[in-house]
Nanobody, 119 residues
Framework: QVQVVESGGGLVQPGGSLRLSCVAS????????MGWYRQAPGKQRELVAI???????NYADSVKGRFTISRDNAKNTMYLQMNSLKPEDTAVYYC?????????????WGQGTQVTVSS
């Protein structure tokens, strides 16, 4: 069992930067795979970036070269550094923690943090 809480969202102008944080508690953070998802108004939730317990990363094509996912296991924290932000990045961003259990993946979600990119 793990709980995750996102922070760092806000209003930023196009071309600006923002860093999101996700703090986990309640379990051993280092054994979880982690990811960032986002959901824009009227759209389905989509994967933004993932980082495995072993440190491997992957990104959605729309954010490659602009976003960087990282984790600090000593602080039980995952980060999403977002640079060169675009209006289409506007969404609620969710932290996700997951691990394999019998039968498949078990997912844990945060409440989300709003990111708005607008001039």
């Amino acid at each position: 069992q793990v709980q995750v809480v996102e922070s760092g969202g806000g209003l930023v102008q196009p071309g600006g930067s923002l860093r999101l944080s996700c703090v986990a508690s309640g379990s051993i953070f280092s054994i979880y795979n982690m990811g960032w998802y986002r959901q824009a108004p009227g759209k389905q939730r989509e994967l933004v970036a993932i980082i495995t317990s072993g440190g491997s990363t992957n990104y959605a094509d729309s954010v490659k070269g602009r976003f960087t996912i990282s984790r600090d296991n000593a602080k039980n924290t995952m980060y999403l550094q977002m640079n060169s932000l675009k209006p289409e990045d506007t969404a609620v961003y969710y932290c996700n923690a997951n691990r394999m259990v019998v039968g498949g993946l078990r997912h844990y979600w945060g409440q989300g943090t709003q990111v708005t990119v607008s001039s």
